[in-house]
């Protein structure tokens, strides 16, 4: 069964309103997690890495103010792009990382397909 | 910037064996090879990894060269439900389970029935 959940799956959204975005660590305790966004026929751009409790680190040319990165627990972790714009469309991934030395453990989740109208 | 080059599509016959190539001439005595593929709007999915053994699981088998500059994943009797893309990284073994993982473009694999 599945490690890792998101949620929603999929959201339509009016452009200037702002979604959230949720990553759930089902079986384990997710030491740190990682967002990606993926545009259509592109490989997967990783945004931000966030560990529990402290403050997400933002890849260059991602805005922290407009992707904003909770992280608050172990087993949850949010993204939430405010004021949307349809340039903002695309799959939102996180995966999660746990202590420990395997590699298989790096899970994804399902994936986050977000469309601004 | 990714550390891996990939041919960007690549074609294989139902029940034949698909080698998928993978080149990382600048890899690190450090770094690991691993393998994900994406099935059309899902998540990656963890397909393997090594150093510089050949490896094998359930699912495929990785061959590294000597010099590990080259890697080959081999699905040894594909399905149609192997069509998706295929990624190679490297990266370094983290305790913390804190390693960025960087994609690179991958090879599309379809598998013709």
């Known amino acids: 069964g599945a490690v890792v959940s998101q949620h929603p799956s999929r959201v339509i959204c009016k452009s200037g309103t702002s979604v959230k975005i949720e990553c759930r660590s089902l079986?384990?305790?997710?030491?740190?997690m990682f967002w990606y966004r993926q545009f259509p026929k592109q490989s997967l751009m990783l945004m931000a890495t966030s560990n529990e409790g402290s403050k997400a680190t933002y890849e260059q040319g991602v805005e922290k103010d407009k992707f904003l990165i909770n992280h608050a627990s172990l087993t949850l972790s949010t993204l939430t792009v405010t004021s949307a714009h349809p340039e903002d469309s695309s799959f939102y991934i996180c995966r999660v990382g746990t202590s420990g030395s395997n590699l298989d453990t790096q899970y994804f989740g399902p994936g986050t397909r977000l469309t601004v109208l | 910037d990714a550390k891996t080059t990939q041919p960007p599509s690549m074609d294989c016959a139902e029940g034949r064996a698909a080698n998928l190539p993978c080149n990382h001439s600048?890899?690190?005595?450090?770094?690991?090879v691993y393998w994900y593929r994406q099935i059309h709007s899902q998540g990656p999915q963890y397909i393997i990894h090594g150093l510089k053994n050949n490896e094998t699981n359930e699912m495929a088998s990785l061959i590294i060269t000597e010099d590990r500059k080259s890697s080959t994943l081999i699905l040894p009797h594909a399905t149609l439900r192997d069509t998706a893309v295929y990624y190679c990284i490297v990266g370094r073994i983290s305790n913390f389970g804190n390693e960025k993982l960087t994609f690179g473009t991958g090879t599309r694999l379809t598998i013709i029935p």
């Open positions: 079986d384990f305790q997710a030491t740190t």
């Open positions: 600048t890899i690190s005595g450090n770094e690991y």
